[in-house]
């Protein structure tokens, strides 16, 4: 089941950075990913509490044994990992009415799923089969 917060808009990139470093201690050596339109506030706070870039993937952040990318929604297609953070779901574009690259976020996880969000009411999940595989429809 997915975890799904509400965080002050202020908040919402120093609270992204905190879920995905527990998660990747949780995970650890496993991949945690954080998907966002606004990837840039998120690296910032990574490298605030002083994660390093590895020189092999520009968007991943690294303390130890443990990896956190930071990835745009398009760059998270066709990618799985243990665990996956959706940063403000409601500023990911549509694709013809539908939230394609939403859906393609929410689906990244094989274990832990957390949403993260500020200028819309939570999103109602319905279950589809298999391992957190959601369907997110926005209330208004």
């Not at 993937?57 to 297609?77: D, F, H, M, Q, S």
């Not at 859906?103 to 094989?110: I, N």
Request: proline share 7%; hydrophobic share 45%; net charge positive.
């Amino acid at each position: 089941m997915p975890w799904v917060t509400k965080v002050v808009a202020t908040a919402l990139a120093n609270r992204a950075v905190a879920t995905a470093a527990e998660l990747a201690l949780r995970h650890e050596p496993g991949f945690v990913a954080v998907i966002t339109t606004r990837p840039g506030p998120i690296s910032d706070g990574f490298r605030k509490l002083r994660w390093h870039r590895p020189g092999d993937v520009k968007e991943a952040w690294r303390n130890g044994r443990r990896t956190v990318l930071v990835l745009r929604p398009g760059r998270a297609r066709g990618l799985e990992f243990d665990a996956v953070v959706v940063v403000e779901p409601a500023s990911f574009p549509e694709n013809v009415g539908r939230a394609g690259s939403l859906y393609t976020s929410l689906t990244r996880a094989t274990k832990d799923l957390h949403v993260l969000y500020s200028r819309r009411a939570a999103p109602t999940c319905r279950w589809w089969g298999g391992p957190l595989r959601w369907h997110a429809r926005w209330i208004a």
